[in-house]
């Protein structure tokens, strides 16, 4: 059973928890999941309801200030029991990719450090992961071969829906205690720095609950976590977490940007017509990564369609390249004085790219065409902006608004040292004994890949660190 905060009599007074996971989206879940049947005592707080209300996606509401962020910053969130993973349902099913070794590098041009936790420590989650999110990896071919090309072929996998796979885990063999329409407003720490108390109320009541616990973790995603931090300022002017002032810088998505039109040769069109998901998905190379300075990137080619599950037109593409974006600390998420429902500051997003992201977006761009060219596998016919002579300013000004893949990364990120980032290697807030973050806003580097399953690996990994701290026995 998944109980209600409004109700106060379910409210848990005078319980102090082993772990306060604080959101119920990916990540949190599959914290909860894992440490379910371990012996430790977790309460899983939610904000939203059972399903999307508007007095609670309205808190979701905040203005751009750099780029215009397409998505818009409240609709590529979702915020409900479940989380964002309320937008995979149906055909959109979630994507899931692994993150390379090109992707845990540090950027070049960034000054800032990559990731401290080898690629291979990661992957030992994988299947962990991919079992969670129901993830499958279909069998298809391209419909030309890619031998010689700058590109290869990739491999998606396709994930399920996650309340519906987690059903059973809620009714029957509830361990964990969740609740919904807890919001967290505040946490307090003792002398000592470390958190002592959560604070949250429901929407309808605006009393303060206080919730205590041995461990926090924050999970509720990659520009929330930062706005949350940053809005617990009545201790620390600067928010909690924010020794190092990198909480909510970094901001980073993976800018999708249409570069040009495909002309598709008759095999190509005989393919993309008898496919039911008619996209076609290249990485670059290793080889190409070396010498364009590890700009990870992907193409996606379509056709051109209203609707791109059932293709109508199989003559005429889109290309579409999908890249990494260099970590970049001007690009960030800070407060605006708008407040707003539950009495915390809003958030302002100035999503910036840097120089050394519009120099690869147009390598890859060159690299593509000349390699359809030379394969005839299709003619591009490329956006004039990529001909005209722009700087790079010009260049991302020229766009009116830009789309990523509502993927929010870097804004709590990940360092070894406290200089360079907000958590160490094992998520865990530096300086702060008792405070962890799950989620993109912990990846150091935006990497090329839909993030959902790298941080569901993450996830799962903190699982094992605090099962290993809390209870040494516990852990296989
Ligand atoms: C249309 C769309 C399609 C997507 N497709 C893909 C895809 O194909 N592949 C992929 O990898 N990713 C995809 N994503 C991104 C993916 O959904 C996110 O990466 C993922 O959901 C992040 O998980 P999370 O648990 O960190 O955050 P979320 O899923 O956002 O969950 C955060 C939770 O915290 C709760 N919360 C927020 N504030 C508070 C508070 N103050 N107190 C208590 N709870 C709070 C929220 O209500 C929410 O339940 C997609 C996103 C969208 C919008």
Redesign the pocket.
């Known amino acids: 059973m998944i109980k209600d905060f409004e109700a106060t009599d379910l409210r848990p007074k005078g319980k102090i928890y082993d772990v306060c996971i604080?959101?119920?989206?990916?990540?949190?879940l599959s914290i909860a999941k894992k440490l379910s049947g371990s012996g430790l005592s977790v309460g899983v707080?939610?904000?939203?309801g059972e399903t999307l209300t508007e007095e609670?996606a309205s808190i979701y509401e905040g203005t751009s200030a750099g780029i215009k962020y397409g998505?818009g910053i409240r609709s590529?969130?979702?915020?409900?029991?479940?989380?964002?993973?309320a937008?995979?349902q149906g055909p959109?099913r979630?994507?899931?990719l692994s993150l390379d070794e090109a992707d845990f590098l540090a950027d070049p041009g960034s000054g800032l450090p990559g990731w401290p936790v080898p690629r291979s420590e990661l992957l030992a989650y994988s299947p962990e992961a991919e079992r969670f999110l129901g993830v499958e990896y279909p069998s298809d071919d391209l419909p030309f071969p890619v031998e010689g090309w700058d590109y290869r072929r990739g491999r998606f996998g396709y994930g399920g829906d996650l309340l519906g796979i987690l059903g059973e885990h809620f009714t029957d063999k509830q361990e964990a205690d969740y609740f919904i329409n807890?919001?967290?407003?505040d946490m307090s720490l003792d002398e000592s720095g470390r958190i002592n108390k959560a604070f949250f109320r429901s929407f309808n009541n605006p009393d303060v609950f206080e919730v205590e616990a041995r461990k926090y973790v924050l999970?509720?995603?990659?520009m929330?976590n930062p706005r949350?931090l940053l809005n617990f300022n009545r201790q620390v002017d600067h928010g909690i977490g924010n020794e190092s002032g990198f909480v909510g810088r970094c901001f980073s998505e993976h800018p999708s940007i249409r570069v040009g039109e495909l002309w598709f040769p008759r095999d190509v069109r005989d393919y993309l017509e008898k496919r039911r998901s008619a996209r076609i998905y290249l990485f670059p190379r290793e080889s190409w990564l070396r010498d364009n300075f590890n700009f990870n990137h992907m193409i996606r080619v379509q056709p051109n369609t209203s609707s791109w599950w059932s293709p109508t037109n199989t003559r005429y593409g889109s290309v579409i390249v999908v890249t990494k974006q260099t970590a970049n600390t001007n690009s960030r998420i800070t407060l605006s004085d708008d407040k707003d429902a539950l009495g915390l500051s809003r958030m302002v997003l100035d999503w910036r790219l840097m120089e050394e992201d519009v120099e690869g977006i147009r390598r890859a761009v060159q690299t593509i065409s000349t390699n359809f060219a030379r394969f005839n596998a299709g003619r591009v016919r490329i956006d004039e902006r990529f001909h005209a002579d722009l700087s790079a300013s010009e260049f991302i000004e020229s766009f009116d608004e830009m789309r990523g893949?509502?993927?929010h990364m870097g804004t709590t990120r990940m360092s070894g040292s406290p200089k360079y980032g907000v958590v160490d290697e094992n998520c865990k807030v530096h300086g702060m004994g008792n405070l962890y973050i799950?989620?993109?806003s912990v990846f150091p580097t935006s990497g090329h890949a839909?993030?959902?399953?790298t941080?569901v690996e993450l996830s799962l990994r903190l699982s094992d660190h605090l099962m290993r701290v809390l209870s040494p026995e516990m852990v296989s």
């Open positions: 604080i959101g119920s989206g990916p990540a949190g707080f939610e904000g939203g609670s998505h590529s969130r979702y915020r409900a029991f479940g989380g964002t993973s937008h995979w959109r979630l994507m899931a807890a919001n967290l407003v999970a509720c995603g990659g929330e949350l893949g509502n993927h799950a989620g993109s839909n993030p959902t399953l941080i």
